[in-house]
């Protein structure tokens, strides 16, 4: 079965960091990007950034650069989203999710067509 | 970052159409970036419902269709059902790599 499954709910302090993760199955993991995305509590869906696991090859939102790290381990089928310092308004639902389709310097035609289960992140302050 | 705009909020009754409405610079026709539409269900994952502005995945209802004009991209719902009460998402390409997520809309059926 083609899958995107999550780690586990997170209950952290401020200060503290956190690594969750979204491991792919069912299909070629390195082959197609994984992005990232955040929802607060009774908010909408916010593009966080994504991640090619093939190389690496990394991109943000100027909202969330310098606030997150997204890495991946294509051995093991898992892209990562990392906090070194988490703050209460970190607090959200994450979702992970693959990019289907393809993008060009002239046109970008993709979508994200599997999601994950989502992990819910709470930090007290 | 370019923002997409969606009413908050949109209402129907049974068997009734309906249309959500996404509006932004990263849609214009001029940019050659598609449009994609995902539907949340409360305490769950979205799900992707439209992409490249007009196509359906396997498995979404005919029910489901999707366009864009200039820089306006539509959902619209034909013969509402219950379940069809859910968040919609509008969702396209903006730079550099980088997608963007309107604010979403609430039906209400």
């Known amino acids: 079965e083609v899958q995107l499954q999550q780690s586990g709910a997170e209950v952290r302090k401020a200060g503290e960091s956190l690594k969750i993760s979204c491991k792919g199955s069912g299909y070629t993991f390195s082959s197609q990007w994984i992005a990232w995305v955040r929802q607060m509590p009774g908010k909408g869906l916010e593009w966080m950034g994504i991640?090619?696991?093939?190389?690496?090859?990394?991109s943000y939102s100027p909202s969330f650069q310098g606030q997150v790290s997204i890495s991946a381990d294509k051995s093991f089928s898992i892209a990562y989203l990392q906090w070194s310092s988490l703050k209460a308004s970190d607090t959200a639902m994450y979702y992970c999710?693959?990019?289907?389709?393809?993008?060009?310097?002239?046109?970008?035609?993709?979508?994200?067509?599997?999601w994950g289960q989502g992990t819910l992140v709470t930090v007290s302050s | 970052q370019s923002a997409l705009i969606q009413p908050a909020s949109v209402s129907g009754s049974p068997g009734q159409s309906i249309t959500i409405s996404c509006t932004g610079a990263?849609?214009?026709?001029?940019?050659?970036?598609?449009v994609s539409w995902y539907q949340q269900h409360p305490d769950k994952a979205p799900k992707l419902i439209i992409y490249e502005d007009s196509k359906r995945p396997s498995g979404v209802s005919s029910r489901f269709s999707g366009s864009k004009s200039g820089n306006t991209a539509s959902l619209t719902i034909s013969g509402l059902q219950a379940e069809d009460e859910a968040d919609y998402y509008c969702?396209?390409?903006?730079?550099?790599?980088?997608?963007?997520f309107g604010g979403g809309t609430k039906l209400t059926v």
């Open positions: 991640i090619y696991p093939g190389d690496s090859d990394t």
């Open positions: 990263s849609i214009d026709v001029e940019t050659n970036n598609r």
């Open positions: 999710a693959r990019r289907e389709g393809f993008c060009t310097n002239a046109r970008c035609y993709a979508y994200f067509d599997l």
């Open positions: 969702c396209s390409y903006v730079t550099n790599n980088v997608w963007v």
